[in-house]
């Protein structure tokens, strides 16, 4: 093996969790540990390069408060602000992220999510490579295009096939505000004041599962996070004439009742014959698909407590997942797998 690519996403840590003095519902990242030992053992001395790809929703901006507020109107200053205070709720992982880099042959490439839009702000992006302390190369913080090709292997983060989280990759600012999709305000707006009652609002899926069991279950709260949902979907949508032609393609879209991008991917796969792997994330579900032409689909889960209500995979996971890629010096694949992370004395096992 000539190179490695280790293949991570969806961690969101934000301000840690404690934050202005009291418990932080916001915060879903709970494995500071197990991130540094993770990278402590992908970043032991070797003979071959070691790339760290980080493949969007690592940082959540949209789940740090200022003030008590979500602030719809993402300016650069406030992104740098959001910034430091997800370093400093997290400072172990961040001193592991910079340790990492600096070992000889590492390297990290970031791309942007749709929890991390913020990293479309130069200064932000600026901001990263210095306090991991490494210039580029070492550290790529990708903002202008949705994906990344290895030769065989291409991966994307997913939220560019749901129009609901869709970023502007073309034009990603509105004046000097952040241009956010409709997904990122509701979370901001609707979401994370729910947390308050329900801290496990967004970490159950399917969402319409979800609803549909909660009417019997927990019929006041579902109700009025389905009211909340609806008038504030509607409303914002009804402002433009682009807004209202996206919101049929999300109305649509959000009636797949089990979307988890594998169909997105299969396309992709057909499309171009040169591509071996698809790698996604976005869905905080870890996949590991084989396809009889040879053909494979990862897609790298999270380290996030989620609740599956889809009967393929039901329960609560903590699943830890990672990608492993491997090349040889002519940059050619020779491995590519699932695996899920355990720790310091049996670090992975394959799923």
Known sequence: ??????????????????????????????????MCDFLEHYGKNTTHHVELFINGDFLDFLNVAIDGE??????????????????????????????????EHRSIIYLVGNHDADLFFPRVREE????????????????????????????????????????????????????????????????NHLRWEREIIDKVRPV??????????????TTKFVFLSMYYFFKSRLETWTHVKSMFEILHQKLDFFQDLETDARRLLDADASIRVIVFGHTHQPVQRFYPDGTQYLNTGTW????????????????????????????KLVRSELRQWLGVSNPFRRM
């Open 70 to 103: 979500f602030e719809e109107l993402v300016s650069e200053d406030l992104a740098v602000k959001k910034l430091e205070l997800i370093f400093a709720g997290h400072p172990e992982v961040m001193d592991a992220l910079r340790f990492f880099v600096a070992g």
């Open 208 to 221: 319409r599962a979800y609803v549909l069991i909660g009417m019997f279950l927990d019929t006041v709260f």
């Open 128 to 191: 990263i490579c210095r306090r991991w302390g490494a210039d580029a190369p070492r550290i790529r913080v990708i903002a202008d295009t949705d994906r990344v090709r290895y030769r065989e292997v291409e991966i994307h983060h997913g939220n560019q096939f749901e129009a609901v989280h869709r970023l502007d990759f073309a034009s990603p600012f509105r004046g000097r505000y952040l241009k956010l999709p409709w997904g990122s305000t509701y979370v901001l707006k609707i979401v």
């Open 1 to 34: 093996m000539e190179k490695i690519v280790i293949v991570i996403s969806d961690c969101h840590l934000s301000a840690g969790r404690i934050y202005e003095g009291i418990s932080n519902v916001h915060e879903d990242f709970h494995f500071d540990q197990e």
């Open 304 to 331: 996030t407590q989620m609740i599956n209500l889809d009967w393929r995979s039901l329960g609560r996971q903590f699943s830890l997942s990672h990608v492993y890629l491997a090349f040889d010096k002519d940059e």
